[in-house]
């Protein structure tokens, strides 16, 4: 008999068996009862609801016995227990293995509870007590409870720090005596204040807020010092207007500075709408003016298709970050982004609405191109008569608005063809894919770079062949997780057309689109455990990539303005920004990342459209976090480094973090990472002089 013919007889002698074995039933299945429930009046209390495998009912001394997962529910009080007796004269109730006690504000875990369903008093041994709205987690070997909002406890500990299971909190008080009011406070005796569970203060007494309703009233005040802005001070009141809406105004005094406030006003109107806006006012005293910053954010889900996010960015003068913020992100900021942003999800794509405006801080001025507005709709991989060709199709209409200056209108449109993965002996897959563009602008530049009413049009295409493989292992570890190990290459080869673009106005990436013949090649390995309950943790995740001209290189570039050029903080937007010739190689430069544990800090995030989205996403880790991650650039024919940065973050849950970075950049031309097609391909390079030709810089 042949190999492929045994293989088929056995396959068909499980399926037999399988649909044998399924229609017999267990011997024991007719023996399986489902759970009873019965229910008690006690004298003086609402009625009690039992549920159980067995329950047992002594009428001589009216006392209940139920064993089995028990389930007892009274008015809005739950418990569970392993084993329950309920003497119901008395009104006391006992349970042992397993306890979980629940109310609207509380959860119980214990091995034994004794309460009286009368009055809802009772002891616990060894029990936990979690405080619900507050995360207040209370361990102790007695607790009293003498109602559903007060307890007594003895030797245990406290804490408002999220605990996961097996890692000790950040700090935690000890205790002898504790005193419990929810939504009042926690008076301790004899504590020890731990963190990462070592003691390391005593105090005799303790008196902690423990409120379960938010409550208005001052915050508590800070004080401090530093070489710009003298000695500060602030004062924050808390005011609770409602559950769903409150305000934080805090009046701040500065000694070198001045004096002014925050309010800080935040609301959810519903689980899918909330806010939050800040307004910084301050009255300079060394330049003599009112300042003011006011940034915010808003998101609302009309219905789940329809969205909408409001974001602003206003200052009341350009040097309003570098002279007061500590934040060197956001002195470097060239514009104060706001916008409106509305998206229409349909079955097969989407419409989008966006105004947006950027208010120059650093670069830019009033002759600057405001976005207001642009309308976009996306159709997404529509297969024509169920065909093997995807079809998508991308169409944006653009206002171009400045305050001085001429505005102009453009239509983007770009239709998509490509197919799902070609695989090959399921090892390799291909992936073909053409982008076709054709774009329209209402007014362009002349021959002498200025501004002209004459529309103009560009037509191009992108086309690709991506190959790419993935190669993986997995070992078992101890406790019934594994540790994954994927290879994953990847070649892509891109070509787009010369075009000519001097007559085009340049305001994005989408109105520079430089000629591209490229081979892109990328290795990503990466290691990564995974837990028996499905969690996820990065060890290595190491990136290698370069790209290389089949053909001909690119012969002019861009210049990377440096601070201090002329170009870095022009007040003018240049129509079209000066070039320069360079000699671009064969070979990029070669780029390696790599990312050593579980990377907590956000990258950028974009939505279906490929459009970054309004509001930064983090990810908050759950366990302690030492993560470094590299990103170089090695130029293969200097044999050293053009750029090498580093990383290194600890973070603490969400209580803290701690991070230092470097940066180091040689000399010469900078390598251009990505650009409209492809994120990862190094087609070209900016260029670094210390004077920028005067090139193409009117704005007429």
Partial sequence: MGRGLRSALCRSVLALLSVVVVAIPPAFSAQAKPP????????????????????????????YEAEGSVVIVQGPLRLTADRVTIMMLSGTLIATGHVHLSDPKSDMRSERLEL???????????????????????????????????????????????????????????????????????????????????PVLPLPTLTYPVQTNRRSGFLVPTAGYNTVFGTTYTQGYFWAINPSRDMTVTPNIMTNRGYGSDIDYRYILNRKTRG???????????????????????????????????????????????NLSNSGTQRALPSGDSSLYINQRFANGNLYLLGQFLQPITAGGTN????????????????????????????????FYREQ????????????????????????GFLPKVRLREIYYTKSVDSNGVGSHKPV???????????????DRRFGLSGGGTLLHTIEPYVVYEYVPPTKQSDIIQIDDVDDLPKKNLITYSLRSRLLEQGPEGSSKNWVDLTVAQSYHPGSTPNETRPFALLGDPLYANATAPLQPPSIPVDVRKFSDIWTRVVLGNPVIPGLRTDQFGRPLRTAQFTVPQERQLVLTLDTFYDPYRGMFSQFNTDLRYQDRSLWYVEVGQRFTNGGNRVRRGDIWNPISFNTVFASIPCLPRRRRSTS
Avoid at 302 to 310: E, G, K, M, Q, T
């Fill in 36 to 63: 009873k429930t019965v229910s008690a009046q006690p004298g003086s209390a609402q009625p009690i609801d039992i549920t159980a495998e067995h329950i047992e009912y002594l009428q001589g001394t009216d006392v």
């Fill in 116 to 198: 009286d369903v009368n009055t809802e008093a009772g002891v616990v041994t060894n029990g936990e007590l979690n405080i619900k709205f507050t995360d207040t987690l209370v361990t102790g070997r007695l607790f009293q409870r003498f109602s559903e909002d007060h307890y007594r406890v003895k030797d245990g500990s406290f804490t408002n720090c999220d605990v996961k299971e097996g890692v000790p909190p950040a700090w935690r008080f000890t205790f002898k005596d504790l005193d419990l009011n929810m939504g009042e406070s926690v008076y301790a005796k004899d504590l020890w204040l731990c963190v990462n569970d070592i």
């Fill in 276 to 322: 939050q806006w800040l307004l910084t006012f301050l009255q300079d005293t060394t330049e003599d003016r009112k300042r003011a910053l006011l940034t915010g954010t808003h998101v609302q889900q009309v219905n789940p298709d329809l969205s909408i996010r409001v974001q602003a960015f206003l200052v009341t003068d350009r040097s309003y970050l570098n």
């Fill in 368 to 399: 600057t191109f405001q976005r207001l507005p642009e309308i976009g709709h996306r159709l997404v991989d529509v297969a024509p008569f169920d065909g093997p060709l995807l079809v998508s199709m991308d169409t944006t209409l653009a206002n």
């Fill in 405 to 428: 200056g001429f505005g102009l209108n453009r239509v983007d449109l770009m239709p998509t063809l490509s197919t799902d993965v070609l695989e090959v002996g399921h090892v390799v």
């Fill in 457 to 471: 049009s560009r037509e191009t295409f992108w086309a690709s062949l991506a190959g790419t493989s993935r190669v």
